[in-house]
């Protein structure tokens, strides 16, 4: 019985493990396609679509379609505009939301569930039903510049970061995580004198790991792959994001070889940022732990 036990159990493993592999196999093959597509001409890359030759380098393979990326568009410029624009944005919002979801769980006052229920709401809007009245109030704002009081926030970096340094969602994640936190914590760090702000910094965003890697993983996704609003508030080439720079590959002729090199090229700053958060967020758990 031990061995037909143990024998089945290797089975459930073994098969657990395939499902594992063909379901990254189908997740990794799109990348695939796309970085040897980027190493061949178009002529090639469109013939070999239709086989599996698609997803090998073989052929005519070759660099040539990154350095006419560069040529064609300003690929650093656009690169370190999102990548700025999004570090900042999340950084902001984790900083924003976090503390709003402190208030709601932890802080007693009068309405927070109404407020709570409204900011939620927020998630059902579309963006499209907004952006309009969006970009009508943000054409119209003060800012304090080098030069003086300023009106109108486009062609800025501050226009597509400040819209989107709160988020319902990021707030509902916070929430969520601060409520199965023990509450006993809580209690006997004001029962010594610790203020609130005290127990925000060093009781409750110690043990928040794992919900600010979630939490700052989402919030770079959305930001990075923002394409309507930066296209709609932003005309200067020198503020333009990764995906208005996406147009550029389409103008006189369209060359498939370049967009996967450009497109190869946009995608490593979201490899590396998951990759530094997974690390982080799997230490965070295994790092922290509450006894009681």
């Given amino acids: 019985m031990a061995t037909i036990s143990q024998d089945n159990h290797g089975l459930r493993l073994a098969v657990r493990y395939l499902v594992l592999v063909l379901v990254a196999v189908i997740f990794i093959f799109p990348l695939v396609f796309m970085v040897v597509s980027s190493l061949k001409p178009d002529q090639q890359l469109l013939s070999d679509t239709g086989s599996l030759r698609a997803f090998l380098p073989v052929g005519d393979i070759g660099l040539s379609n990154y350095t006419h990326a560069f040529q064609r568009a300003p690929v650093g410029l656009f690169v370190f505009n999102s990548v700025f624009v999004t570090g900042l944005t999340v950084l902001i919002c984790l900083l924003v939301c976090s503390l709003a979801a402190f208030a709601f769980v932890f802080l007693e006052w009068r309405g927070r569930a109404v407020v709570l229920s409204i900011i939620l709401a927020t998630l059902i809007v579309p963006f499209e039903t907004i952006a309009i009245p969006?970009?009508?109030?943000?054409?119209?704002?003060?800012?304090?510049?080098?030069?003086?009081?300023?009106?109108?926030?486009?062609?800025?970096?501050?226009?597509?970061?400040?819209?989107?340094?709160?988020?319902?969602?990021?707030?509902?994640?916070?929430?969520?995580?601060?409520?199965?936190?023990?509450?006993?914590?809580?209690?006997?760090?004001?029962?010594?004198?610790?203020?609130?702000?005290?127990?925000?910094?060093?009781?409750?965003?110690?043990?928040a790991g794992p919900v600010l890697a979630t939490?700052?993983?989402?919030?770079?996704?959305?930001?990075?792959?923002?394409?309507?609003?930066?296209?709609?508030?932003?005309?200067?080439?020198?503020?333009?994001?990764?995906?208005?720079?996406?147009?550029?590959?389409?103008?006189?002729?369209?060359?498939?070889?370049?967009?996967?090199?450009?497109?190869?090229?946009?995608?490593?700053?979201?490899?590396?940022?998951?990759?530094?958060l997974q690390r982080a967020f799997i230490a965070s758990i295994a790092?922290?732990?509450?006894?009681?």
């Fill in 134 to 207: 969006l970009l009508l109030l943000v054409s119209k704002l003060p800012w304090i510049g080098l030069s003086g009081i300023e009106h109108g926030w486009l062609n800025t970096y501050r226009v597509q970061i400040l819209p989107w340094a709160a988020d319902g969602l990021t707030i509902f994640l916070f929430v969520q995580y601060f409520k199965d936190l023990p509450r006993e914590l809580i209690e006997a760090s004001r029962v010594e004198g610790a203020t609130w702000l005290q127990v925000y910094l060093k009781v409750v965003m110690p043990l």
């Fill in 287 to 292: 790092s922290t732990g509450v006894k009681g």
């Fill in 215 to 276: 939490a700052a993983i989402l919030k770079f996704l959305v930001m990075y792959n923002q394409y309507l609003w930066p296209l709609i508030v932003v005309q200067d080439e020198a503020y333009r994001p990764v995906m208005v720079g996406l147009q550029y590959f389409f103008q006189l002729n369209t060359a498939w070889g370049e967009i996967m090199a450009y497109l190869s090229l946009i995608t490593v700053p979201v490899l590396a940022f998951y990759l530094v």
